[in-house]
């Protein structure tokens, strides 16, 4: 089916391409923001988290 006021693919795309680049200044200026507030023993606690389940995943798919 095609409907006669549709309009071309080529803005349609333009307008995606904007719409995900808007998103993703979006998105990279809340995880800037999300990064500053959070202070240094906070980095060094989530990354020993990260850490402890990578080895725990680790020792699991070893264990098989």
């Known amino acids: 089916m095609y409907h006669r ?3 071309p ?3 349609r795309y333009q307008h995606r391409v904007w719409g995900q680049t808007l998103g993703g200044v979006l998105v990279g200026l809340g995880l800037m923001l999300l ?3 959070i202070p240094c023993w906070a980095w ?3 990354i020993g988290t990260l850490a402890l389940l990578a080895g725990c995943l680790v020792i ?3 264990r098989r």
Do not use: F, M, T
Request: glycine residues 6%; positive net charge; contains cysteine.
């Open 9 to 11: 693919a080529k803005c």
């Open 60 to 62: 699991g798919w070893s």
């Open 35 to 37: 990064v500053w507030s």
């Open 5 to 7: 006021n549709r309009p």
């Open 44 to 46: 060094l606690a989530i």
